[in-house]
């Protein structure tokens, strides 16, 4: 065996550190870090080393939500589902007994109602498009995807949309949320939450297993499951209510639009005392925003430091305007169905909420409408 | 796309810090969530609250 074919593998396998998009992505990371804590704000510190942590290991594990929804549509694959589930019990096991025993935290809870319905249903279709969700699009972006920076950006202007679209969905009227533990306690509440998560696997598990498709979660989703459902509650502890994505792009949005001149004052989503304020605080004060940031440098660092950063080329024409047009909806849809696979499946499902289970549902036919779009724009159906 | 990706680091940062620097500190880290009469995660009002 000649020297240059013991080297080759060698090179081959070495990670090239992009010294530059790492740096730049610590030294952002610890500015904004620094900045809080110049506040006296330990617990929006630990919110965007949060978030840079579940930027590393959605990378790391490539743990995709639309990626997996896509191959349990097309061909029964329920590995992926199931991978996410692991994250929700995970997060379950804190978020069901804690927001109902500690008066400081919440679980994430919404309206049953038109709204919520359309909005996951539109979210679906979107996040085929934009081949990502709210989670997914932080990551990739951090990642180096120059496509997703277009979803990016459309999802933030369709989530100011959403903001001024939510009031007339929520006059079609609705329900009040039901929550588990206000019927069964704290650990009844978390014994139910479980039952429904287990019997979800087991519905994914037998229509996999009916199509002679694959059930099991690779062990990249196992372990990546594992560690985001462990930064889920870090992240639920350190701001009070479980993790979510999609406000924050409202708030990025709508700042950026009143800095253009655009006047929120007759808007009824931004008179609810909670957005009002947010509207005119720092975005460092919004808990999203800040373990968004985290999750986009996160990701960049974890990228950087294995390969060059952002070294492909842009993709064609017709996939931007997929990414443009996907981004528009998930935003719009996200903010009229109450988050997206994050702040309304994850955190809902975990928070013992039936709106998760019903985003879910609605969600995932919209899917099935972005499956069939995709080759319109040139992308592969599986 | 990498140079694409820098100016938007970098114009990102900029509006971070400079949005921090001029707008008010709310303290703690809130969400809309966290304000009273709060239904959902944006601070929709519940339904029976009409």
Known sequence: MSTATLSAPKSAVAPRIDYLFLG?????????VALVLLDGQPASAALILGGFGLGVAFLKAEFSYTASWRRFLNAGEAGGLIGGLIVIAICALAVVPV???????????APLGPSLLVGAFVFGIGMQLAN??????????????????????????????????????????????????DYLGPWGGLVATLASIALAAALMIAVARKRGANWRPSRSYIIGGIVIGVLCIGVFF?????WSVTYGYTIWGAKIFAALGFDFSNAGFWQWRGNKQALVSSVLSDTSSLTDFGMIFGAMAAAAASKPFASTAWPPMKSLLAAAIGGLLCGWGARIGFGCNIGAFVGGVASGSLHGWVWFAAALCGNLIGIRLRPAFGLSRD | MRKTYMVVVVLVLVAIVGNHLTSASSGRAVSPEDFAGACAPCGAPCPSKK
Request: charged residues 5%; contains cysteine.
């Open chain 1, 24 to 32: 730049a992505a610590v030294l952002a990371t610890a500015i904004l």
């Open chain 1, 99 to 109: 927001a109902a025993l500690w008066p400081n935290f919440g679980g994430a809870i």
């Open chain 1, 132 to 181: 990502g969700c709210g989670s997914g699009t932080l990551y990739t972006v951090g990642g180096g995807s120059g496509r997703m920076l277009v979803t990016l950006a459309f999802f933030v202007v369709g989530s100011v949309f959403g903001s001024l679209s939510l009031p007339s969905f929520l006059a079609l009227g609705g329900i009040d949320p039901v929550l588990a533990s």
């Open chain 1, 238 to 242: 350190a701001g009070g209510h479980p």
